[in-house]
């Protein structure tokens, strides 16, 4: 089983930087697959990113590539979302979420550990 801690949201100006944080305990973390997920106010929960095990591999969401860097620290236990280029678009709870497959999924239902997550808000 995996605990998944999210931090590091807050208010950011468009065009502003963040950085989440998704802490994760339990026993062999380093061989989940990790995702970044969020849900805006009256949406679906989107896709945003995923980063293998190992973190060699990555993924991305068309709407965050180029803007979004996904990356992990095994030696912690710590996955990152740094988030630079913000637009008020981007405004959303932000989850993370772990799963043991041999490939990428964006689909939520494949994820079987979540965070309870962080609040990114982000002004025009």
């Known amino acids: 089983q995996v605990q998944l801690v999210e931090s590091g949201g807050g208010l950011v100006q468009a065009g502003g930087s963040l950085r989440l944080s998704c802490a994760a305990s339990?026993?062999?973390?380093?061989?989940?697959?990790i995702a970044w997920f969020r849900q805006g106010p009256g949406k679906e929960r989107e896709f945003v990113a995923t980063?293998?095990?190992?973190?060699?591999?990555?993924y991305y969401a068309d709407s965050v590539k180029s803007r979004f860097t996904i990356s992990r620290d095994n030696a912690n236990n710590i996955v990152y979302l740094q988030m630079n280029s913000l637009k008020p678009e981007d405004t959303a709870l932000y989850y993370c979420?772990?799963?043991?497959?041999?490939?990428?999924?964006?689909?939520?239902?494949?994820?079987?550990?979540w965070g309870q997550g962080t609040q990114v808000t982000v002004s025009s």
């Open positions: 339990g026993r062999t973390v380093s061989t989940y697959r």
């Open positions: 979420a772990a799963h043991r497959a041999p490939a990428p999924s964006s689909d939520p239902m494949q994820y079987l550990y």
């Open positions: 980063i293998a095990g190992s973190g060699v591999s990555t």
